[in-house]
Structures are given as structure tokens and as C-alpha cells.
């Protein structure tokens, strides 16, 4: 199995922040990576698919970068609505897809 | 719009069978290069993938739950399901179903099609308790 590792695991930032979340592979997945939001009691929602590709609709202060092991999702500017907690997940192994624990982003 | 929801018994006896059904809609589970899949999140913790279904039935499982999953689809009624048998407290959690997007993304380095979920629907929570 690929493991997938978040960190921080949670966070405390201002509306306005620059926020970056960091995602690690346990072997290389290339860019087989995608990131989703999850609000309380909502479903997740994607945001970056193949680790750079922007979802239709997401706002562009959302941007994700990396390949093989080392990935990061960066909000340039954090707003209100932003305040969630987020997943990567590799799709590189089509076997079984595996997540990362999440990362709570949280008001200071 | 692709919606999905899910639908089933909120609570579930142990050694008992978990039963879910997906239904979609704004889009056909028959075509198109989807899968679609089922995941779950127990309370207060993060996701895992159960598995996968293609309209031809061709299925893919979770190894840590293969044992125990089967899944289906219904095309006459635009739906797919999920079972679990034996299920024990650790299979407690809200129930999603997406739809699993395949594509190709010109990206240097690609070995092959990309895929990610998108839609979800809004899950269902499963209780297994006597």
C-alpha cells in the first residue's frame, strides 16, 4: 500500500494568511495526486486533481505543486469559507487509493 | 449537474449486511469514462477508498475489505450499490458514493490516465450496533 502522510496536521491562521499544506508519498506517485476540502458534516469537494490541476470552479487562490513523494497545496490568501479541513489522496495506484489523515485549518 | 445520493438502513446489527444504494443523477452510470466507487469516513477521522464498479460490472475492491464488499449496478435504474458483510462496530462511519473521473491530463511524466472523484454525494451515516 502507498501511505500517505499531512502535515501539519492542523493549523491556526488569519483571513488573509498564506497557508501551505504539505502531503508525502511513501514511494513516488508522480503526479497521481488530488486534493479535496471537507467542511463539517459536508462531503469532500475536490480541488486540485493530477497535483497542479485546478477543479472547474475552485478559486484560483488554490494552487497544488510537487511530484513523486512531495506535494503541497497552498491557499495564497486565506479566506473565511477557506476554514476546513483538507485531504490529498495518490491515485497512482489504481488498486487502492489511499488518503492522507487531513489537515484542519483553523481561525486564530 | 451530476448529482448522487445515497440511500440504506442507518443501523445495522453486528455480524449483520451493510446495504446501500447510490442512485445518479445528470449523467448515466452506464456511460462514459466513469467508475463508481464508494468510500467511507468513520466519525472524526479520515477517508478510505472501499472500492470500485464499472458499467460492464467489472469491480474493484479494497484489499483490507475484498472479503467482505460486493458491488453492482443497476442500469435500468440508474443506480449502484454496496454490501458488507460481517460487519462489526469498526464499519460504523458515513457511507459516500462518488463518481470516479478518468481522463487523460498532458502532463510530462504521465504513465496513463488520471483519476479523481468528483461529484460526491452527501453520504449517509451507518450505525452498527445492536
Known amino acids: 500500500d502507498i501511505q500517505m502522510t499531512q502535515s501539519p496536521s492542523s493549523l491556526s491562521a488569519s483571513v488573509g494568511d498564506r497557508v501551505t499544506i504539505t502531503c508525502r508519498a511513501s514511494?513516488?506517485?508522480?503526479?497521481?495526486l488530488n486534493w479535496f476540502q471537507q467542511k463539517p458534516g459536508k462531503a469532500p469537494k475536490l480541488l486540485i486533481y493530477a497535483a497542479s490541476h485546478l477543479q472547474g470552479g475552485v478559486p484560483s487562490r488554490f494552487s497544488g505543486s510537487g511530484s513523486e513523494t512531495d506535494f503541497t497545496l497552498t491557499i495564497s490568501s486565506l479566506q473565511p469559507e477557506d476554514f476546513a479541513t483538507y485531504y490529498c489522496q495518490q491515485s497512482y495506484s489504481t488498486f487502492h487509493f489511499t488518503f492522507g489523515p487531513g489537515t484542519k485549518v483553523e481561525i486564530k | 449537474q451530476v448529482q448522487l445520493q445515497e440511500s440504506g438502513p442507518g443501523l445495522v446489527k453486528p455480524s449483520q449486511t451493510l446495504s446501500l444504494t447510490c442512485n445518479v443523477s445528470g449523467d448515466s452510470v452506464s456511460g462514459g469514462s466513469y467508475f463508481w466507487s464508494w468510500l467511507r469516513q468513520p466519525a472524526g477521522k479520515g477517508l478510505e477508498w472501499i472500492g470500485r464498479?464499472?458499467?460492464?460490472?467489472?469491480?474493484k475492491y479494497n484489499p483490507s475489505l475484498e472479503s467482505r464488499v460486493t458491488m453492482s449496478v443497476d442500469t435500468s435504474n440508474n443506480q449502484f450499490s454496496l454490501r458488507l458483510t460481517s460487519v462489526t462496530a469498526a464499519d460504523t462511519a458515513v457511507y459516500y458514493c462518488a463518481r470516479e473521473v478518468e481522463d487523460i491530463v498532458v502532463v510530462p511524466g504521465a504513465v496513463g490516465p488520471y483519476r479523481w472523484f468528483d461529484p460526491w454525494g452527501q453520504g449517509t451515516r451507518v450505525t452498527v450496533s445492536s
Open positions: 464498479i464499472y458499467a460492464g460490472g467489472s469491480t
Open positions: 514511494e513516488s506517485i508522480r503526479t497521481y
